[in-house]
């Protein structure tokens, strides 16, 4: 991001390219840059060699000037399918012949969140952490994934009113070196689950939900539903924000089992109050 770093970049751009028509420079998180890097690369950008090409990449393009925007086609690339990444996770281990799981690339190409950068950040990793076979249970212990489905087990605590057994999960998922963030991002993607279920019944195109998702959605109420999803999206927003991790998810348990949809008159008593 240095000033200087920028002016040895520029100062090699007027030489043509030994090899090939371009010269090809491609600044990855671009945005990274001090304003007076990008002060010093305006001119180029505006009027570059011919046998130079520029590709500026970046995951905030908000943070870039006018100025440089204004120079540049900007394409938005799309996050990949899942499936496409799993596709070509699978090619890079048998091209290395390397032996895996299925489901281990599963977990991987879904933890990417649709990048393909991160997919292979964390393929190196599993890679390294793995003896002679890449396992979906390592990949799993790699991601702070948790062996029992905690997601599914606090929502049916929730459910049936059950604070106590709440927290009681909590404290299995740390000594279970569990990542709260994940527990988490599953009790929303079941609650996406029981809101379609509640919306569509069985006539789904999506998903074919499991039978506890389906009982869930018969003891939630739609409001229900849509305010844990909204408590559960802001808890996910302020977490990192909480003393500690723990409590952060906590306070978020503990709203869910709390507040209630304003057209609901009834609510559960807190304990002071029993």
Same mark, same amino acid.
């Given at each position: 991001? =240095? /000033?200087?770093?920028? *002016? +040895? ?11 090939? =028509? ?7 998180? /671009? ?15 505006? %009027? ?19 100025? /440089?925007?204004? *120079? ?15 596709? &070509?996770?699978?090619?890079?281990? &048998?091209? %290395? *012949? ?18 393909? *950068? ?29 062996? &029992? +489905? ?30 709260? &963030? ?7 993607? !079941? ?20 039978? %506890? ?10 409001? +229900?539903?849509?305010?844990? !999803? ?5 808890? =996910? ?19 869910? !089992? ?17």
């Amino acid at each position: 991001t =240095r /000033v200087e770093d920028t *002016r +040895d970049l520029l100062d090699n751009i007027q030489y043509a390219p030994t090899n090939g =028509r371009f010269k090809i420079y491609l600044i990855d998180e /671009v945005h990274m840059l001090s304003q007076h890097s990008f002060n010093a690369l305006l001119k180029t950008l505006e %009027e570059p060699p011919s046998h130079v090409k520029f590709i500026l990449a970046t995951t905030d393009p908000q943070k870039l000037p006018v100025t /440089v925007l204004s *120079r540049c086609l900007q394409f938005n690339l799309k996050h990949l399918p899942a499936e496409l990444i799993n596709q &070509q996770l699978q090619l890079i281990l &048998q091209e %290395e *012949r390397l032996d895996f799981e299925i489901q281990a690339l599963d977990i991987l190409a879904q933890a990417a969140r649709g990048s393909m *950068r991160d997919a292979l950040s964390l393929l190196d990793q599993a890679i390294t952490s793995c003896e002679t076979k890449l396992l979906a249970s390592d990949v799993k212990i790699l991601l702070g994934h948790t062996q &029992q +489905d905690y997601a599914l087990l606090l929502l049916q605590a929730l459910a049936k009113q059950e604070a106590p057994t709440m927290l009681v999960l909590s404290q299995q998922i740390i000594a279970e070196g569990g990542n709260f &963030q994940y527990v988490l991002d599953e009790m929303l993607n !079941y609650l996406h689950q029981i809101t379609i279920y509640q919306c569509l019944g069985d006539n789904n195109p999506l998903i074919s939900p499991k039978a %506890e998702i389906k009982e869930l959605a018969k003891q939630f109420s739609a409001e +229900d539903t849509q305010l844990f !999803y909204q408590i559960g999206i802001k808890g =996910r927003e302020e977490m990192h924000l909480a003393p500690t991790l723990a409590i952060g998810f906590n306070m978020t348990m503990l709203r869910m !089992y709390t507040f209630k949809p304003a057209s609901h008159v009834t609510t559960p008593p807190l304990a002071f109050e029993q």
